[in-house]
């Protein structure tokens, strides 16, 4: 099969048909395709497309083709909101599968879960998201579930007495990681020499590698998006800093060793997905991307792909009625209800526990896998 064209850059929106035929359906996918976040967004398109190609091939649900509408919502907060709409309102879509970012999420959340509409993320880990309502769902295990322990394991492995801390504090995301991350440290009991903040768009990190080196500290704990996180990795080396880097789900891109090269050896990251889980759903999945789209696929990809077919679960249970509002609600009421066996291993929903008592989405119940980075790589950690 050829490989997905590319979407050229100045496009802002794709409708992307699966079949010849009409497609019966409609599913909007909104990511970042464009700009510093289409790191992220291009491989999630590419996990959903091949998972629709796959359940399309098999006769799709209950009879029905799958038709994808996507979207190019560019990482920005604005376009995901004008993205929402015209999904929701004007190509009148079963449900929606992102955005990309947090930020974007927090955005546009709101505008499907007031439309009474499944907004679904593959790769929004921040704390709250689910808090927007009971629309809102995602299968992107959050970095409060993932960094206690990534820290743990790195503490004993390298035996970690002192650490320090850098953030991006204009990010939802990397602001929420250092939120959970601020946490974990304070119950692990692992002290924090200086804690030091950037902003979006900062490229020279040495003013504040300078303080976090004056500490001496076992390890460097980064709230960070992969490039971001790999130019402070680089500096960090120059400036003699040896210390290993311990990271959050920003980190699961190959952007960061595009960058980084060998300068992230030693970094401790966790990811819902592991490439070298041998089960046979994951394996397959793997050749079935490499095939499809001749590179590797990461997390993202893996959790969009596990994404779709879990919706494709929830609509085999249902009987569409042909009345959009009914059918939303439908929809909506059966999601919580799918459990099976993905690429991202065993996997079911459960409520979000909302600050305030209302009633709110549902997040990932799953446990994450360990990577220590060895060689310019990801590579599982066995505890070797």
Known sequence: MPKLPTIPLVLAA???????????????????????????????RNGFVLAAEEINAKGGINGDKIQLIIEDEQGKKEEAINVFKKLIFQDKVLMIFGPTLSNSMFAAGPVANAAKTVAFGTSNTALGITDIGPFIFRNSVMEADVLPVTVATATKHYGLKKVAVIYGNDDAFTKSGYDVFKQVLADQKLPVTHTETYVKGDVDFKAQLTKIKSGAPDAIVCSCLAEEAANIMLQARSLGINAPFIGGNGFNSPK????????????????????????????????????RFDSDPNQFAAQAYDALYTAAAALKTIKLS???ETDRQALRDALP????????????????????????GFDADQKPFIYIVQSGKFTLYTGK
């Open 14 to 44: 794709l409708t992307f048909s699966l079949s010849a035929q009409a497609a019966d359906l409609r599913i909007g996918v909104a990511h970042a395709l464009s700009g510093g976040a289409a790191q992220y967004g291009t491989t999630i």
């Open 322 to 324: 042909g009345n959009l």
């Open 256 to 291: 960061l060793f595009e960058i980084s090269r060998q300068a992230g050896n030693g970094t401790f990251v966790g990811s819902p997905w592991a490439n070298t889980n041998p089960s046979p759903v994951n394996q397959n999945f793997i050749a079935a991307y490499k095939k």
């Open 337 to 360: 209800k799918v459990s099976f066996e993905g690429v991202t291993g065993p996997f079911k929903f459960r409520p979000a526990k909302t600050k305030d008592g209302r009633p709110g």
